[in-house]
């Protein structure tokens, strides 16, 4: 199979304030609900291409803003979870999901070789690669990174309502979350929900931020809390100063 | 600084076997002691330039055979641990060390940060993206990967004599290490020596296994044991027989 984005189609990672001075860099892997054209509607109707399912909604605005109020490097992956989820390896199910929450997704059902490959090779691959060539950079320059990526989470999960609004979420390393758990106690914070590493869901973090030994740690915000611009905001101004403060030494 | 290696010298990643059907991936960071052109001798006497410092003796030889005898890919890397230490991440002072063991590196010694760029960028880089669009394309393909990366150590370090020949490393990820230890009755074989995971040596399982959710192990075989070719076709067969075991389910 040839390429699956064409010339005029945007480049999967995006890079928003890439010299930016912070000691975070911050990644959102669901920023974005867009298909690369050659996969059509994937076979869903519109709806279902603008739920959660396909991206974290409010993520990226949340990440935006939070870039610019800690003046930290952003990397923005630009296509829907559903044609790549990039915070999954290539060997996960996962990563093309045939079904995702009560979803059938006709257009991953039973996907040919060629086309699982041009999709690892064209989203998941360039996207990472960025990822790994900011932090290059600043390692070159001396400069120390902290690796923080920004989701967000559906309220209703298969039919179950989640009360949690902010996870945080680690593995192994438990340094970075174990500051930040502390800095939110007006919030309903929890560590490792809704999601932990059993779900998979800690792979940008151990790729980027455990296998170079640098401090990381994820974010997940319940999505109904970031639906508009208020609520984005707020979250923004919420998390930048326990990042600040978790990065003190 | 513009490019490190010039239009005719070596890639850093070269493949071995690609299409090999084991499910093993062989990884051999420390193949070689060639240094790139445009950095002479690093300021070091010709005799340093191949003792162990330089790269992992024995250990290429080793790898290619192994390869050859489990039908197994194998990635090695053609420059020299003193121009870049694969093993190593950006962040790391070992990467491009200024010490090595009890011999000063002049040509590493207070790098500018174009210079390790430069060095980071096109081999460091170069060589794990080989390694990883290799990964990606068992992945597409449905097949499975184990990553085992092949090195040989020295047999007095800093003045002091090892007795352990065989070490089996691993980090979080003890399963196939497990396994494979068992496998050696007339070996002195160690887990976690003469190196283990504190000592940062399980950078490439911990970027291409652990976070990837591959099963990993990196093995290290006393140089003195396999510094000519029958050291090596003995050391290659005795570790084929345990690794095809070890991958079965």
């Known amino acids: 199979m040839g390429a699956l984005l064409q010339d005029d ?5 995006l890079a928003i304030n890439e010299e930016g001075r912070s000691p975070f860099v911050l990644i959102c892997e669901h920023a974005s609900c867009r298909l690369p054209r050659a996969l059509g509607t994937l076979g869903l109707p519109a709806a279902e291409l603008e739920r959660h399912i396909a991206w ?13 109020l800690i003046d930290a490097p952003l990397a923005l992956q630009r296509y829907s979870r559903l044609a790549y989820d990039c915070n999954r390896p290539p060997e996960s199910a996962d990563a093309m999901p045939e079904m995702s929450e009560l979803t059938a997704i006709p257009g991953n059902r039973r996907l040919p070789e060629d086309q699982r490959l041009a999709r690892i090779r064209d989203i998941y691959r360039p996207f990472h690669d960025g990822v790994s060539r900011l932090l290059d950079r600043r390692a070159a320059a001396g400069m120390r990174s902290l690796v923080v990526s920004i989701h967000s989470f559906t309220p209703v999960y298969k039919g179950k309502a989640r009360s949690v609004e902010l996870g945080i979420l680690h593995d192994r390393d438990t340094a970075l979350s174990a500051k930040l758990i502390k800095s939110f106690p007006n919030v309903d914070a929890r560590l490792n929900e809704p999601y932990g590493p059993k779900d998979g869901v800690l792979h940008t973090l151990n790729l980027h931020g455990f296998a170079r030994g640098l401090e990381h740690a994820m974010i997940e915000i319940r999505n109904d809390l970031v639906a508009d611009g208020r609520g984005q905001d707020e979250w923004a101004q919420r998390l930048s100063v326990p990042l600040i403060q978790a990065a003190a030494k």
Chains 1, 2 share one sequence.
């Open 9 to 13: 189609e945007e480049h999967p990672f």
């Open 56 to 68: 974290d909604i409010g993520a990226e605005k949340v990440a935006r803003l939070l870039s610019r």
